[in-house]
């Protein structure tokens, strides 16, 4: 035991006092670092506060390690680098988000009311304002329910077998293809229909194609939450049902689902949320057009996502102006179903999971 | 494995022998015979994907002039056809892995605070503000990209070209940064929630009691999460990483709406030019005529396959992890 | 180096929940001392103030004092991470880096100073797993994962782990609870022998455990659920079983309540 002792007597002779930066250190650091950030970027004639705060951070992590080193020793100041780095990697992910919103709303608001919400694009001048992206609300609203439509059946239905019934190799294969499916790019779904519903069987562009395209997109998330959901019901609820002679089909439609409903509405929801905003199946198959067609089984349709690709590309000032629009509709539309979604989740959340 | 079909529970099985004789045998069959078709319905459509895009792919190709892997080309208007996915191929892997060099690092650390760092009150609305940035659409990724992000980082490939310019891989001959490089960048933002949320869990899952033998050996904070937390999370970062690689690989109308695409693979990153494929895929469709939409669905496939080998890899690693930590808690 | 542990008007919180109040007692150095107690009487919570694990547990904080020889615990400027250091800890189940061979294990705690040659290290980590009583069992696999030892083995690799860095004090919180008879004698045989080098404290459920391994005996007691913890009496461990001079304490030990 000696000859450890003696290896050590650094450690032996200390106390357990350790020379420590006061509490506020850190604070005051964020004080010095930005203000020595935006000092030298202005020195510099970077006028960009995204910059500056990049420099500002990186003086805050040097500064923190070397102060941790001169008064703490290796390991403390080693500590104080990685919280300093884990603060920076927070900040920096929040940036883009807030610049993201703050653009999309500040920008989007200059064009966004009634007469915008109510109106197609039909015979307006690209270059001019006005015209609105009624027609690109239509299509996405019916392109999404169909998707919905053709999906959730299927998704619940697959997430019943492979949680009631499925324990052979057909479910792993399901299983296995679920996982596989949600991994598929949106442009592959769309070359898909593309290649089979318009190229091989001859069908004209209709929003009807795209709700294809959508509904492949849907089904693997559709599965994966009504399965998690399915999983939370306890197994005492079904065997007390079966125990009472109710058929098994009769127990999942009256015990089970309903046990579950709360979160397979939320899946859902995030699911419709998740593939309202894909635009990449939509420029393949719907094709876009300007005027409003309330039929998506016939003819060209627009988006919201599409909507702001063309707006986008025509590339003029007032056209922009819809974009971001447009944007700020997608989002809030995205937004609210999430939130309302979360909001039934922690409502209707079944009382004995978790 | 023996049947296809058992009860999900031994308890179940002895009712349900009874059962079989009285009248809810029909309902029961029926009801299976729609679940077990739906979940059969799906393979088909994989299988159908698979399929079609296999038997395009093939026309295109048996009509294609140049060589599909190697050409420097997409000349699908002329006949004979000329295209090739070498181009595509180097620019999509380009900016994933410039994604993927970004994202990474930050998602960790990211998870890294939400699950060890983060005041307890921050810890919940952080993980709600990175799954938002899940739930928006990636063609507003694209507008904010092209009219935010691609002016505003003129100024620091000015001040890349200054300095590591000699690099050849990080000049910049200025006008609008439309390349790979700021592609890359925003993947990087898109992919951030998916690799964060996942590595989130799997720092989560790390057993309380690892942490307490790192800390009553006297470890700081950084130390437990470099004994404890981070050797649990290796693999689960790694699967992490190939979902977000996934996502990046296949990110269409974001990279469509800030390169500048040319069909050249420039030695600079971020000089304007070069292709992704899925984004050369949607710029080029509406100008396409019947070969060139089989060849871009050619090219479709190769995607395809690309991102079935990464994100299989990806679940094959999750899976393993599985066993592992069944067995060993 | 065994240190001589004085405690004195120490309290506990979890949040607003106060889980032990006022201790105050005093833990001769070189030699076990064991708490028992009913469950929830908070004996685990004192435990883990004394290594400073406590404040650890979200909305954990403590009020008192801990003297360790002539040292607070809990004075200002006193680093948590030395006072882990100084006084060890093994838990209720053992908990070896599953991703780690039982060398490394071993090393882990030596390897935060970093300042160790590898024969150095090789030296200190026969000595400890000799000193844990695990060296014939593991010398010839050292570079297996710890995961793939027996229960009772992986708890001995964690006092090895424990006792490598050569610390003063050794807490262990039930450290049999999750072992079978056999293991239990052979840890309790390892107690004995580490008394001669360290202030042992251990927290036992098990009555005969406590009359087998320790010196002293601390017994705790709560008045009711939701109320806080307290020392009911400490004494030689003799005394405690044979003539306790509270009512409660003897009423606990026969089996009456608990």
């Not at chain 1, 019943?160 to 996982?179: P, S």
């Not at chain 1, 125990?243 to 089909?249: Q, S």
């Not at chain 3, 309290?11 to 201790?23: L, N």
Request: charged letters at 15%; proline letters at 4%.
């Amino acid at each position: 035991m000696s000859t450890v002792v003696d290896k050590n007597p650094a450690r032996r002779a200390s106390s357990l006092q350790q020379a420590r930066l006061p509490g506020w250190a850190p604070y005051a650091l964020v004080v010095v670092s930005v203000a020595l950030g935006a000092g030298i970027g202005t020195a510099l004639g970077m006028g960009n506060p995204f910059q500056m705060g990049l420099l500002a951070a990186l003086v805050f992590i040097i500064a923190s390690y070397a102060l941790g080193a001169v008064v703490e020793g290796s390991r403390q100041a080693r500590n104080r680098l990685a919280t300093s780095l884990v603060w920076v990697c927070f900040l920096l992910a929040v940036v883009p988000l807030l610049s993201l919103i703050w653009e999309t709303v500040d920008r989007g608001r200059t064009v966004l009311d009634g007469y915008f919400l109510s109106h197609s694009m039909e015979g307006v001048q690209t270059i001019l304002p006005g015209g609105g992206a009624y027609h690109a609300i239509i299509g996405t609203l019916e392109q999404v329910g169909l998707a919905a439509l053709i999906a959730v059946p299927i998704g619940l239905l697959t997430a019943i077998y492979l949680v009631e019934y499925g324990r052979g190799r057909l479910a792993k294969a399901v299983t296995f293809f679920v996982d596989v499916m949600t991994g598929i790019p949106s442009i592959v779904a769309g070359l898909f229909i593309l290649s089979f519903w318009i190229i091989i069987l001859g069908f004209s562009y209709s929003g009807f194609a795209g709700a294809m395209a959508l509904a492949i997109l849907m089904m693997p998330i559709v599965v994966r939450s009504t399965e998690e959901m399915l999983k939370l019901v306890p197994d005492e609820l079904r065997e007390a049902s079966l125990a009472l002679g109710v058929p098994k089909w009769r127990t999942i439609l009256k015990v089970v689902l309903p046990t579950a409903i709360g979160g397979i509405t939320t899946g859902v929801m995030l699911a419709v949320a998740r593939i309202a905003g894909e635009s990449a199946p939509i420029v393949l198959l719907v094709f876009g057009a300007t005027g409003i067609n309330n039929n998506p089984f016939e003819g060209a349709q627009s988006s919201l996502p599409y909507y702001i690709y063309e707006q986008w590309q025509l590339g003029n000032e007032a056209s922009f102006n819809r974009a971001w629009a447009a944007a700020l509709v997608l989002i809030a539309f995205v937004m609210i179903l999430n939130l309302v979604a979360r909001g039934i989740a922690r409502w209707k959340a079944p009382k004995s999971g978790r | 494995m023996k049947t296809d079909i058992e009860p999900t529970s031994s308890a179940a099985e002895s009712p349900s022998k009874v059962r079989t004789r009285s009248t809810g045998r029909a309902g029961d069959k029926i009801f299976l015979g729609l679940s077990r078709g739906s979940g059969i319905a799906l393979l088909v459509i994989m299988a159908a994907i698979a399929a079609f895009l296999t038997y395009r792919a093939a026309i295109a190709i048996s009509k294609d002039e140049a060589n599909f892997l190697t050409t420097f080309e997409w000349n699908t208007g002329s006949s004979p056809m000329r295209f090739g996915i070498a181009v595509l191929a180097y620019g999509t892997v380009v900016s994933s892995i410039i994604a993927m060099l970004i994202a990474v690092p930050i998602a960790v650390g990211i998870a890294l605070f939400i699950s060890h760092y983060a005041p307890r009150r921050l810890a919940a609305p952080v993980a709600y503000v990175i799954d938002l940035l899940a739930a928006v659409p990636s063609i507003v990724y694209g507008l904010w990209g092209a009219l935010f992000l691609v002016p505003h980082l003129t100024g620091l490939y000015t001040w890349f070209d200054d300095y590591l310019g000699w690099t050849g891989i990080l000049s910049y001959q200025g006008g609008a940064a439309r390349s790979l490089f700021t592609v890359g960048i925003l993947l990087a933002i898109m992919i951030l929630p998916i690799v964060t949320s996942v590595s989130r869990e799997v720092f989560r899952q790390v057993p309380k009691m690892h942490e307490e033998a790192a800390l009553a050996l006297g470890a700081t904070r950084w130390e437990v999460i470099r004994m404890a937390v981070l050797p649990f999370g290796r693999s689960g970062i790694i699967s992490a990483s190939m979902l977000g690689l996934g996502r990046a690989l296949g990110e269409t109308m974001a990279v469509a709406t800030v390169l500048s695409p040319n069909f050249l693979i420039e030695t600079s990153l971020l000089d304007p030019g070069g292709g992704t494929f899925a984004q050369n895929i949607a710029s080029r469709f509406k100008e396409a005529g019947n070969d060139g939409r089989d060849a871009l669905i050619a090219s479709g496939l190769v995607l395809f396959v690309i991102t079935l080998l990464v994100n299989g890899a990806a679940r094959m690693i999750i899976a393993r992890r599985k066993e592992y930590s069944g067995t060993a808690a | 180096m065994a240190k001589r542990i004085d405690v004195s008007g120490l309290t506990a919180y979890y949040g607003s929940h106060k889980a032990i109040e006022d201790i105050s007692m005093t833990v001769e150095p070189r030699s076990v001392t064991a708490f028992i107690g009913p469950s929830g009487c908070g004996k685990s919570t004192f435990l883990r103030t004394l290594n400073r694990m406590h404040e650890v547990t979200p909305g954990g904080r403590v009020e008192g004092k801990v003297m360790l020889d002539d040292e607070n615990l809990y004075g200002s400027g006193v680093d948590p991470v030395s006072v882990r250091r100084t006084v060890g800890m093994v838990f209720q189940r053992p908990n070896p880096f599953p991703t780690m061979s039982i060398f490394e294990n071993v090393a882990a705690g030596l390897k935060l100073n970093g300042s160790y040659k590898k024969n150095e290290l090789e030296g200190v980590v026969e000595k400890s797993l000799k000193g844990a009583n695990l060296w014939n069992e593991v010398k010839d696999r050292l570079n297996k994962p710890g995961a793939g030892l027996s229960g009772g083995q992986q708890q001995r690799l964690c006092i090895a782990r424990a006792i490598a860095v050569e610390p003063d004090v050794l807490l262990m919180d039930e450290p049999c609870s999750a072992l079978d008879p056999i293991s239990t004698l052979a840890i309790e045989d390892l107690i004995g022998e580490l008394k001669e080098r360290f202030t042992i404290v251990i927290v036992t459920h098990n009555m005969q455990q406590a009359a087998r391994v320790s010196d002293r005996t601390a017994f705790f007691n709560l008045a009711g659920v939701g109320q806080p913890g307290k020392l009911i009496e400490i004494d030689e461990t003799e005394r405690i079983f044979s003539n306790p001079s509270v009512q409660a304490t003897e009423d606990y030990i026969s089996g009456r309540f608990g």
